[in-house]
């Protein structure tokens, strides 16, 4: 399988721990995304990369968050200190550097903090 | 960014035609126009894209309003499995508003589509 990887598919963790999620992405696409999608709503963004160099954070993206692509390949999310609200679908996304290229999304990581 | 609007949920019969209609009035004219869908436990898919006219692929086919302000996804025989919330969105080519986050797909709620055996 060639697609977006996200590991790991679900999480649970106790409010206050600290959680990683890793992606990654299809081979040779330069840009990466990231998305959290709660129940009902569509995904939201978050952060996007350009190879190594994170180029947006969305507001979203508390002081707890920080997303990391350190060799322009797999991408790590991590939340520090996790808070209920933080449950949620985390996507990521890729895509090639052609205009518009379609994004390519993940399964997701479906993190529940208790 | 540019916004869409959707119905919140529409219903089809398997085999039978639907159309999934978008209104995009504050659309720029360097807005393509890209709907994903959404399967219960995945993450979005990409379903097709255009500027100006219509086109097809192998999933669905896309109409466009002369004036771009709407759009309509079409498929063709529905079944099963395409019951899925269908986002409609708008994305900036390089060169428009996006600017550093060009690319970047703003979703909305979509469309719950539920097809009936």
């Known amino acids: 399988d060639t697609g977006v990887s996200q590991n790991p598919r679900h999480k649970i963790t106790k409010r206050g721990q600290n959680v990683t999620f890793r992606c990654d992405p299809i081979?040779?696409?330069?840009?990466l995304y990231w998305y959290r999608q709660t129940l009902g709503q569509g995904p939201e963004f978050l952060t996007y990369?350009?190879?190594?160099?994170?180029?947006?954070k969305s507001r979203l993206l508390s002081d707890r968050f920080s997303a990391e692509r350190p060799k322009g390949s797999f991408s790590t999310l991590e939340i520090q200190r996790t808070e209920q609200g933080d449950s949620a679908m985390y996507l990521c996304a890729s895509v090639g550097p052609s205009d518009n290229s379609p994004l390519h999304f993940g399964n997701g990581t479906r993190l529940t903090v208790t | 960014d540019a916004k869409t609007t959707q119905p919140n949920s529409m219903e089809s019969n398997e085999e039978e035609p639907v159309h999934l209609p978008c209104n995009h009035s504050t659309i720029s004219g360097t807005d393509y126009i890209h709907w994903y869908r959404q399967l219960p436990s995945q993450g979005p898919e990409y379903v097709i894209h255009g500027l100006t006219s219509n086109v097809n692929n192998r999933m669905a086919s896309l109409a466009i309003a002369e004036d771009r302000k709407s759009s309509t996804l079409i498929l063709h025989r529905a079944t099963l499995r395409d019951a899925a919330v269908y986002y409609c969105?708008?994305?900036?080519?390089?060169?428009?508003?996006?600017?550093?986050?060009?690319?970047?797909?703003?979703f909305g709620q979509g469309t719950i589509l539920t097809v009936h055996p």
């Open positions: 990369f350009q190879n190594e160099a994170q180029l947006e």
């Open positions: 969105i708008l994305r900036a080519a390089r060169g428009g508003a996006g600017g550093t986050s060009y690319g970047k797909l703003t």
């Open positions: 081979s040779e696409h330069n840009r």
